[in-house]
């Protein structure tokens, strides 16, 4: 097997499909060493488009699928959100795994990796236990909608997310009136559009043309909010691999501390119970940087993801012995002190 190098060219694959149990097909870019193999296989599936920076895996020595859903860049089918009930949006993960391991230059052993919501599809595959999966690394989750939208303290994140994010490439794919371009959207919202539907009440209101099928969505967990079609901590008893997660204490989607508890106490094997690990640092949605805001927490905040990554998936999926099983479950940085800390 390679360690990460500069030897190893990526070999990129574009628009792949990926044929799911009903017929529908998936798009996925699949990213791979140049020579040598067989490799571990890496999966990260999307609602945004599925462009990113894989070459630290690749060079690490293993092959990348980066695949969208259903109804987005390129991928047949109706967009489903994990908002709806009944979705496919979790064999439709399983499906992907099996199809990942068979891959040519596939080992047959697969991780899944993604942060915010191809975190939530890693969860709502690994409850679906495809047998080709071996550990996961999900990071920045919610485990409840009303974590995220309905949360005090927030800036309602969600109409951002949708109305910049994800509705243009909706409106695109199934030809309706309105931004299609990503960056179209940024700048409208950056322009004005924040402070209108970041405050607009009530919100049973919303234009159905400024927000698409997410209006009729948001009003039912609304007017039902008993119903929360997430629930990720229920799924915990039915996950069988461990998962490494790294979030911040300033994230807005920050529930992963209960998914860990929840996984310690109730995953369905005793891997996933006691080799499951959480990083917690002093960083917002996403980045591990050494800055939140105005705030400077010092050079030993900053952590590199793709090496954190690398190593969780060189022990679980190459089998290297790297102490991540010497490993403290918990790691957490101390603010004030401004250190880090192992429980």
């Known amino acids: 097997m390679h360690s990460e190098s500069e030897d190893l060219k990526v070999v990129i694959e574009r628009n792949v499909p990926v044929p799911m149990r009903d017929g529908v097909i998936l798009r996925a870019d699949v990213y791979r060493p140049?020579?040598?193999?067989?490799?571990?296989?890496?999966?990260?599936?999307?609602?945004?488009?599925?462009?990113?920076?894989?070459?630290?895996?690749?060079?690490?020595?293993?092959?990348?699928?980066?695949?969208?859903?259903?109804?987005?860049?390129?991928?047949?089918?109706?967009?489903?959100?994990?908002?709806?009930?009944?979705?496919?949006?979790?064999?439709?993960?399983?499906?992907?795994?099996?199809?990942?391991?068979?891959?040519?230059?596939?080992?047959?052993?697969?991780?899944?990796?993604?942060?915010?919501?191809?975190?939530?599809?890693?969860?709502?595959?690994?409850?679906?236990?495809?047998?080709?999966?071996?550990?996961?690394?999900?990071?920045?989750?919610?485990?409840?909608?009303?974590?995220?939208?309905?949360?005090?303290?927030?800036?309602?994140?969600?109409?951002?997310?949708?109305?910049?994010?994800?509705?243009?490439?909706?409106?695109?794919?199934?030809?309706?009136p309105g931004v299609h371009k990503n960056w179209e959207a940024q700048k409208l919202w950056s322009e004005g559009e924040s402070e209108k539907w970041i405050n607009w009440?009530?919100?049973?209101?919303?234009?159905?043309?400024?927000?698409?099928?997410?209006?009729?969505?948001?009003?039912?967990?609304?007017?039902?909010?008993?119903?929360?079609?997430?629930?990720?901590?229920?799924?915990?008893?039915?996950?069988?691999?461990?998962?490494?997660?790294?979030?911040?204490?300033?994230?807005?989607?920050?529930?992963?501390?209960l998914l860990f508890r929840t996984m310690v106490r109730e995953a369905k094997t005793e891997v996933a119970r006691k080799s499951s690990r959480i990083i917690i640092g002093p960083w917002g949605h996403g980045p591990t940087s050494r800055r939140v805001g105005k705030i400077d927490f010092g050079s030993d905040a900053e952590v590199d993801m793709y090496a954190i990554r690398i190593r969780w998936f060189d022990y679980w999926l190459k089998g290297k012995q790297n102490g991540i099983d010497k490993d403290a479950p918990v790691r957490i940085f101390v603010i004030g002190d401004n250190k880090w800390r192992d429980e």
């Open 34 to 176: 140049d020579c040598g193999g067989p490799y571990p296989v890496l999966v990260q599936r999307t609602h945004y488009g599925r462009r990113g920076a894989f070459d630290r895996f690749v060079r690490a020595g293993y092959i990348v699928v980066s695949q969208n859903v259903r109804g987005v860049y390129g991928s047949e089918g109706e967009y489903e959100n994990f908002r709806q009930l009944n979705t496919h949006l979790g064999e439709d993960g399983y499906d992907t795994i099996e199809w990942a391991a068979r891959l040519p230059g596939s080992n047959g052993r697969v991780g899944t990796f993604g942060t915010s919501q191809p975190a939530i599809l890693q969860w709502l595959l690994a409850a679906n236990c495809p047998p080709s999966l071996v550990a996961m690394s999900a990071c920045s989750c919610p485990s409840r909608l009303t974590q995220i939208e309905l949360a005090q303290g927030t800036l309602l994140p969600i109409r951002l997310w949708g109305s910049t994010v994800i509705l243009p490439d909706i409106r695109r794919m199934a030809n309706r």
């Open 201 to 257: 009440l009530p919100w049973l209101e919303l234009p159905r043309e400024v927000f698409e099928d997410y209006t009729e969505l948001i009003k039912h967990q609304i007017m039902n909010p008993h119903q929360d079609t997430l629930k990720l901590d229920e799924l915990c008893k039915n996950i069988s691999v461990p998962n490494l997660n790294v979030v911040g204490w300033y994230d807005h989607a920050n529930d992963d501390m």
